[in-house]
């Protein structure tokens, strides 16, 4: 049997037909999934790290609040319960140095969050600041780190052994980064 010109032809466009939808496919999957690693951000963990060496603790508190949302776990918690320690840390620091100025800077950062703000400023006066704030970070971290020991209370254990070991390294200024077995 004689197989027409005409048939052949029609067999060779649907072969390549069929061989481009193919590799189409294949390669727009691949050119997705590749767009989906590009695409990812940055951990929210490195933000908040470099959040707290600015001194930017609004900021390093939703990071680790992000960083829960994406990936709960023991030391998720405890790295949130950690930046409000942080807070403290360098609230009691400023205090120490009776430096009220700075402690209202720190109240600014944290109440003011949008362009409203720059006409008109959410003042406190800094005494009254530096206990609003220590009040407030004190009862954030106890429920965080209560949630962290619901998870495990061995891990948390852990992971504060290590910020303790951290603290005692840099007693003076501890509240602006992470122990370095965090990985941040």
């Given at each position: 049997?004689?197989?027409?010109?005409?048939?052949?032809?029609?067999?060779?466009?649907k072969m390549c037909i069929g061989v481009g939808i193919f590799l189409l496919g294949t390669l727009s999957n691949g050119w997705a999934q590749s767009d989906q690693i590009r695409d990812l951000p940055i951990q929210p963990?490195?933000?908040?790290?470099?959040?707290?060496?600015?001194?930017?603790?609004?900021?390093?508190?939703?990071?680790?609040?992000?960083?829960?949302?994406?990936?709960?776990?023991?030391?998720?918690?405890?790295?949130?319960?950690?930046?409000?320690?942080?807070?403290?840390?360098?609230?009691?620091?400023?205090?120490?140095?009776?430096?009220?100025?700075?402690?209202?800077?720190?109240?600014?950062?944290?109440?003011?969050?949008?362009?409203?703000?720059?006409?008109?400023?959410?003042?406190?006066?800094?005494?009254?600041?530096?206990?609003?704030?220590?009040?407030?970070?004190?009862?954030?971290?106890?429920?965080?780190?209560?949630?962290?020991?619901?998870?495990?209370?061995?891990?948390?254990?852990?992971?504060?052994?290590?910020?303790?070991?951290?603290?005692?390294?840099?007693?003076?200024?501890?509240?602006?980064?992470?122990?370095?077995?965090?990985?941040?």
């Amino acid at each position: 049997m004689r197989v027409s010109l005409e048939s052949k032809r029609v067999w060779a466009m649907k072969m390549c037909i069929g061989v481009g939808i193919f590799l189409l496919g294949t390669l727009s999957n691949g050119w997705a999934q590749s767009d989906q690693i590009r695409d990812l951000p940055i951990q929210p963990l490195a933000h908040a790290k470099v959040y707290l060496m600015a001194g930017d603790y609004r900021r390093a508190v939703e990071a680790c609040q992000e960083n829960i949302d994406r990936n709960p776990s023991v030391e998720a918690y405890v790295y949130l319960a950690y930046v409000y320690e942080a807070i403290d840390g360098y609230l009691g620091s400023l205090a120490k140095q009776e430096d009220y100025v700075k402690v209202e800077q720190l109240a600014l950062n944290l109440t003011a969050r949008d362009i409203l703000d720059l006409i008109d400023p959410p003042n406190v006066m800094p005494r009254m600041a530096q206990e609003l704030i220590h009040e407030g970070i004190r009862q954030q971290f106890d429920v965080t780190a209560a949630m962290a020991n619901r998870l495990s209370r061995t891990r948390t254990d852990e992971l504060w052994a290590q910020q303790t070991r951290w603290r005692a390294l840099k007693p003076d200024s501890w509240w602006t980064g992470t122990p370095d077995e965090w990985q941040w």
